[in-house]
Each structure stands twice: as structure tokens, then as C-alpha cells.
């Protein structure tokens, strides 16, 4: 293997580091450890640094968020070694009204979707240098799972573009279903919906709010759970999907596009976003399903997520940084 001092120099702008634990900082360390060998990598919140000298190319996260980066490396390296991996809000927010992130989207020499609909959020202009490189978890044995209640995990932080309000309402719904338990991951970004997550688990009492857990924690939770439940507004691509179909976990997902491009168009565990009823109805359909087999939804969304997996496979992943980071070196 050869030297950190004789491999070229990646660093990867992240503006979640490891305290975050969010799926910046994930994807940020997994594309470090896919370039190592290779690359001598490094991961920073902010460029340059007292580091920078030694740089050869630029992988940034997220074109509002990291612009100041992406406009400091364009001014100090025109032309050179740049891709910028475009998050949900950038998709569907930023880049439509956010000069900043419009700047860092035109500076950049190649872009980074993490699912196969994102293309389409992108200006024709661009598509051209877009590349979709999915994300990847490593794969866990299907846990055994109790046939005398169901169990849905939802994992995310509490904020707007989440809409955990989704499930606090579908747990009302199925308040009297005791053989239904809901819980939910993560921390309260938002104080008013970390209120509103105590007050639905007054109301609906199988609903837990379990507040930000360990990685590794969460991983098992989602293992051991008969559904994930990911109700975002946007999204560019949910970690939380793929660990579940890694784990031979099904989920049930809002119809938006970045839920679509990871579970597929035909996937059957779609509910419009927002809407708490369908989710309620969806769940009690996985849940009867349990008792009565015949056409069951639960078993007919593990197969579905079956033929997903593959995507998600890390030596999948791992080619595609590789290829992207040795793609942007012959522009040094």
C-alpha cells in the first residue's frame, strides 16, 4: 500500500461532523473509508484550512450549506477536481430559490445524486455531468420476529422536513390497536415538535419517543422492528431506508421523490406525504396481514425490498466513489 505522502489528497466538505450523526456525517465517513488506500483522506466542515496546501481534488456535501467551500476552491483552483453530492433540500428547495447553492451547482465539475429520480430535480443544463452513486450499509441477518404485535421504528431527527407530526397523529389513529407499537429515533431540532412527540405518547400510549440513540443502537432497533416508517417531505436519499432493506426490514414511505427513486416506482408501501390516515391504514394492513397470511402486504413488501438490496451493496458503492474520485483527478 502506498503512503498517505505519496497518494493523492481527497478532502470531503461535510457540514455535519461526528457529533451531527446525521446522514452528512455518515455518507462522509463512508466515502472516506472507500477512498482509503487510495486516497489519503480527510473530512473538514469548512475550506480551507491550515491543510488545504495539500489538497488535490474537492468531494463537498450540499451546495447551500458548503458554497463558501465550493466558491473558495473554484477562486483557488479553477477547473479543477470538484464534485458537489446534492442533498434533498438542495434538490427540492435550494437550488430553485437559494443563490448560493445555484452558484456552488454551477462550479462544480461533476454532481452527486443519491437516488435514481433525482436527475429530474436537476436543470437540464446539468444532467450531463450528474452521476447517481447510491449509498450503502452493510447487510444484517433478519432478526426473528414476534407474531403477536407489530412494531414500526421511525428514525430522524425531529425537524419540518421530516414530518414526524405524521406519525404522532397515525399513532393517535391507532391508539386502540394494542397489538400496534410505534417508536420513534432521534433528537428535537425542533423544541415545539419535541413537545408535540411527548404529547402524542400521553395520547397514544404504544407510541415511544426514544429520543437520539447510538448508530449502532438504531441499526438494532430497525433490525428488529417489523416496519420503518419514513415520512419526510423531502429527501435526498434516507440512510434510514437503505439500513432498513439491509436488514431485511420493509418499509413504508411517503410518495416523494426521493423515497421513489430508492424503493422504486412500483414499491406497494407508499401514502402521500402528510397523510396520517393512509399511514394508520397501511400499518393495520401489515398487522392483519400477520394473523391472516393469504396475501399479506408485509410479506409482499419484504420481497419488494428484497430486489432492492443489491443497490445498496457496499462493493457497489465503494466503485462508484473510486471512480468519481479518480474521474476528478485528471483534471489536476
Known amino acids: ?11 470531503i466538505v461535510s457540514p455535519a461532523l ?32 491550515d491543510a488545504a496546501s495539500r489538497d488535490d481534488i474537492m468531494i463537498a456535501l450540499h451546495a447551500r450549506r458548503s458554497a463558501e467551500s465550493v466558491a473558495a476552491w473554484s477562486r483557488a483552483h479553477p477547473g479543477r477536481g470538484l464534485a458537489l453530492v446534492l442533498t434533498g433540500t438542495d434538490l427540492y428547495r435550494d437550488i430553485r430559490e437559494d443563490a448560493s447553492a445555484q452558484r456552488s451547482l454551477d462550479l462544480a465539475g461533476q454532481l452527486v445524486v443519491l437516488q435514481e429520480c433525482a436527475p429530474a430535480a436537476l436543470p437540464a443544463a446539468v444532467r450531463s455531468r450528474t452521476r447517481v452513486i447510491f449509498q450503502s450499509t452493510t447487510s444484517r441477518q433478519p432478526a426473528t420476529k414476534s407474531g403477536g404485535f407489530l412494531r414500526t421504528v421511525t428514525v430522524g431527527h425531529l425537524r419540518d422536513e421530516k414530518s414526524p407530526q405524521t406519525v404522532f397523529e397515525a399513532a393517535r389513529l391507532l391508539s386502540r390497536h394494542g397489538d400496534i407499537r410505534m417508536d420513534l429515533i432521534g ?28 448508530h449502532e443502537d438504531t441499526r438494532r432497533r430497525i433490525q428488529r422492528a417489523h416496519l420503518l416508517i419514513n415520512c419526510s417531505r423531502m429527501e435526498g436519499g434516507a440512510h434510514v431506508i437503505m439500513e432498513a432493506v439491509a436488514s431485511g426490514t420493509p418499509v413504508l414511505a411517503s410518495a416523494i421523490a426521493g423515497n421513489i427513486g430508492m424503493l422504486g416506482p412500483g414499491y406497494a408501501g407508499y401514502f ?12 393495520r394492513r401489515c398487522r392483519d396481514g400477520q394473523r391472516a397470511p393469504d396475501g399479506d402486504l408485509l410479506q409482499l413488501l419484504q420481497a419488494q425490498c428484497r430486489s432492492r438490496a443489491g443497490l445498496f451493496a457496499p462493493e457497489v458503492e465503494r466503485a462508484a466513489v473510486l471512480g468519481l474520485a479518480r474521474e476528478l483527478l485528471l483534471t489536476v
Open 272 to 283: 402521500p406525504p402528510g397523510d396520517a390516515a393512509a399511514l394508520a391504514a397501511l400499518i
Open 1 to 11: 500500500m502506498a503512503s498517505a505522502g505519496s497518494m493523492p489528497h481527497v478532502v
Open 187 to 214: 433528537d428535537a431540532l425542533d423544541p415545539a415538535l419535541g413537545d408535540a412527540a411527548l404529547a402524542a405518547m400521553r395520547t397514544a400510549p404504544s407510541f415511544r419517543w426514544l429520543g437520539g440513540r447510538p
Open 18 to 49: 461526528r457529533e451531527a450523526n446525521n446522514g452528512n456525517w455518515q455518507t462522509a465517513r463512508r466515502w472516506q473509508g472507500h477512498l482509503s488506500g487510495e486516497f489519503a483522506t480527510r473530512i473538514v466542515r469548512q475550506w480551507p484550512d
